[in-house]
Structures are given as C-alpha cells and as structure tokens.
C-alpha cells in the first residue's frame, strides 16, 4: 500500500479491522453486519476509517458465537 498520512506526510501504519451492528434486529441479536477497516499513522495517530464488505457467512457466524 502506497500510503502518506494527510497529517503529518509520514509513510508507515498499521492496518486494523473493526465491526459493528447496523440496524434495530442487528443490535438485538448481537449481529455485527458492519465491516470497516482502519489505516493508522504510526507517527500521529491519525485514522481514517473504510467500509468494507461483509459475507453472509460472517453475519450467521456471529449470530451462532454471541
């Protein structure tokens, strides 16, 4: 990943990967249908946050885990 922090113009970060629920029957069964990734700047901590997709497959895992 070519990546420059908007901040401070650094080079180097950490890739993380965060979930959430989406709507009232998500939050109700504990099912985190929402999927977003994260680019952090080592140097300053700024983050940016992207929507990633999510598969059925994880939705139904979570359902069955929580």
Same mark, same amino acid.
């Given at each position: %990943? +070519? @990546?420059? #922090?908007? !901040? #401070?113009? +650094?080079?180097? @970060?950490?890739? *993380?990967? %965060? =979930?959430?629920?989406?709507? =009232?029957?998500? !939050? $109700? &069964?504990? $099912?985190? +249908?929402? !999927?977003? *990734?994260?680019?952090?700047c080592k140097k300053c901590s700024y983050t940016e946050f992207y929507k990633a997709?999510?598969?059925?497959? *994880? /939705? $139904? &895992?979570?359902?069955?885990? /929580?």
């Open positions: %990943m +070519n @990546y420059k #922090c908007p !901040k #401070c113009h +650094n080079t180097t @970060y950490e890739i *993380s990967e %965060m =979930r959430a629920t989406g709507g =009232r029957w998500s !939050k $109700i &069964f504990d $099912i985190q +249908n929402k !999927k977003f *990734s994260s680019v952090t997709k999510t598969g059925a497959l *994880s /939705n $139904i &895992f979570d359902l069955f885990t /929580n």
